[in-house]
């Protein structure tokens, strides 16, 4: 079970929904439930206010409750004034108010247990067992930390997600990951990400997985990973992606004889025909003018017909949406845009041109026929384009782009799978690690073999899946379906989870792919290939939650993380508001901004007001003072190491 399975929606409207129906209920929920027991950061914030509200005295009705959350900017946020009623219409019966909180209570203890088992895995490993089990009592009793404080609620995001299931992937390129991410001082999930968009640019296009009746996935993917800046994303690009530069150097090395032959023709052909056409045109006698200009125009149809093939292309980097579609025409449908940076975005927003152009990009990953119009050629239909995406974008990035034009509306969003690895800057090894030469060979040998298997398929093959795997879809396509309710889990990223058993599918012919290197084409996708996608779809699930959460967040919450973020890096304990405000100035120029984001912190338990300093007898009082949770600076767990034996190899 993982931690997002444990908990009941249902169960969490209608106990906001008593509470709005009948205040006085909160007067005992309040004293089993916290906000941190609710699985959905809306529900916990309006928890956070209807008990606020109740213990100042204040009317908790749908009006009031509204008022007072336009007020603080967090009415849109929980799903506007409709929601509340939502709530209040999910109540079967006020009298089992309890029951619902008790399944509530049960499922946010069940979450604690999964959370402890990672936590308590991660505190042994450090071989430390006394911090192991205060880490154990500090989430099963919810009981103080020794330093006195309470484990701090998250800020609507999970602050330690799955890492990528590096294991999942085929041996070959499982290795090359852990070795590149230890290198590399990296988290595992960039390197992983990567990895996937590399297989993509390998296999997009050439291969496609045959599910049941017409339903048929590419095996083509997006991929962005979130990193801040300084975290090494264009050294692990270079790692990963520098085999499929070797490869499109040695494809075009092949064509470039045909390239030449084609082109000599086409010189010699269109000499031809322009001197046909002159002996046509000059011909005195019109009785076999006729004829002259019957050969002449055969001829300039001869050379007309003449195709040039393009030099042969992988990967392109920062193109604009027209670019990518001409490119996509030369080279039979089949791209990558790969890039350590995400000013791909700012493009596709219309940085150039002033007008958002997604078509390319969403046809691109759906296989629909693309019609390309080029400057001085024929219009072409690019009938199954099959575009790759493999991007690291900063977090500002991120958030960004939720606003731009189309990108969520048109359904771009929806097709990216997003990985938010935790920053491993300030607890990265010195010297860590080279990556050893054969595992590096075994990469490149291997992916470079994928690209010259498939590079020849100009239709794509068909990998169909056994009985056994196409079983395996079904079960997947009944445990998502109830996510995708209004009410469900997935309610609010609905377009991204409707693609979500695509995208499993897709990972599952790229495994099949590269565990068979020159004969998968030939062979159907199993029912363990099924699984080990499933579990690395989990993965971006998880994080996709965060992802959208994040783009979505309010100003408020976005300036707490800055100053989370600020804090962890500084290593601070204590600090004043004034050192907040001379730190973060760029971010929040004024106390204004300062006041809400340090509430919201303190009501979360990373801060609390340490005692005030005696005012002097002149000159300015003393700036409010801070003291810091712990909490804040456990150190980040995400570096997967190499394992002994390959160490000591």
């Known amino acids: 079970m993982t931690a997002t399975a444990a908990f009941d929606n249902a169960a969490e409207q209608a106990v906001l929904g008593a509470a709005l129906l009948a205040p006085d209920t909160l007067d005992t929920l309040g004293e089993t439930l916290t906000a941190a027991d609710f699985y959905r950061p809306a529900h916990a914030t309006l928890w956070e206010h209807l008990t606020s509200l109740r213990a100042l005295g204040s009317p908790v009705d749908p009006v009031t409750v509204g008022a007072h959350l336009a007020t603080v900017g967090d009415l849109d946020r929980l799903g506007g004034a409709p929601y509340l009623h939502t709530l209040m219409q999910a109540v079967p019966s006020v009298a089992n108010a309890s029951h619902y909180a008790g399944i509530i209570s049960g499922h946010a203890q069940r979450r604690r247990v999964v959370q402890l088992g990672h936590r308590l895995t991660q505190a042994a490993q450090t071989g430390d067992p006394t911090t192991a089990l205060a880490e154990g009592y500090a989430l099963l009793g919810d009981q103080p930390t020794p330093s006195g404080w309470q484990v701090p609620v998250p800020l609507g995001d999970k602050r330690h997600l799955p890492e990528f299931p590096a294991h999942m992937l085929p041996a070959w390129v499982a290795s090359y990951v852990l070795a590149v991410a230890e290198f590399t001082q990296t988290p595992v999930d960039l390197a992983g990400s990567v990895a996937l968009a590399a297989l993509s640019t390998a296999a997009g296009g050439r291969a496609e997985v045959e599910v049941r009746g017409s339903w048929r996935e590419p095996v083509n993917l997006y991929t962005v990973a979130v990193l801040p800046p300084g975290s090494r994303k264009s050294a692990v690009f270079a790692c990963m992606i520098s085999p499929l530069l070797c490869a499109e150097r040695a494809l075009a090395e092949r064509m470039r004889p045909v390239i030449i032959e084609a082109e000599l023709a086409a010189k010699v052909a269109g000499k031809a025909a322009e001197k046909a056409a002159n002996v046509a045109a000059n011909a005195p006698d019109p009785a076999v003018r006729d004829s002259l200009i019957a050969d002449a125009a055969a001829a300039a149809m001869h050379a007309e017909g003449i195709r040039v093939p393009a030099k042969p292309r992988l990967i392109a980097d920062d193109v604009t949406s027209e670019k990518a579609a001409s490119l996509l025409a030369e080279q039979g449908g089949r791209l990558a845009v790969l ?124 990998l169909p899946l056994t009985r056994d795997a196409n079983e395996r879809v079904l079960d997947l396509e009944r445990e998502v379906e109830p996510l995708l309710a209004p009410s469900g889990a997935w309610g609010h990223i609905v377009d ?141 767990a995400t570096l997967t190491a190499l394992r002994t034996e390959r160490r000591s190899a």
């Open 339 to 462: 890039s350590p940076e995400g000013g791909i975005f700012a493009t596709l927003a219309g940085r150039y041109s002033g007008t958002p152009n997604l078509e390319v990009f969403l046809k691109g990953h759906a296989g629909d026929m693309l019609l390309v119009d080029r400057t001085g050629r024929p219009s072409e239909h690019v009938e199954k384009p099959a575009l790759t995406l493999g991007l690291a974008v900063q977090p500002d990035v991120l958030r960004d782009i939720a606003g731009m034009p189309g990108f969520r509306g048109k359904g771009l969003l929806a097709r990216i799978l997003f990985s938010v690895p935790e920053n491993t800057v300030g607890y990265r090894k010195i010297g860590a690690d080279t990556i050893p030469h054969e595992v590096t060979e075994v990469y490149t040998t291997s992916l470079t073999a994928l690209v010259a298997t498939l590079a020849e398929w100009t239709d794509p093959a068909v």
């Open 496 to 636: 991204w989870g409707s693609k979500y058993v695509g995208a499993v599918i897709r990972i599952a012919g790229l495994i099949h792919l590269a565990e068979h290197l020159r004969d998968g084409w030939g062979k159907a996708i199993d029912a363990d290939t099924l699984d080990r996608a499933i579990v690395i779809g989990r993965y971006y699930a998880a994080h996709a939650l965060a992802a959208f959460d994040d783009m979505g967040a309010d100003r408020t919450t976005q300036h707490a993380r800055t100053v989370l973020a600020w804090l962890t890096r500084t290593d601070t304990t204590t600090f004043t508001k004034r050192d907040l405000l001379r730190a973060l100035k760029s971010h929040m120029p004024t106390t204004a901004d300062i006041d809400p984001v340090l509430s919201l912190l303190e009501l979360h338990g990373y801060i609390r007001p340490a005692d005030p300093a005696p005012r002097p007898a002149t000159g300015r009082p003393p700036s409010a003072a801070y003291l810091v949770n712990p909490e804040v600076h456990r150190p980040a």
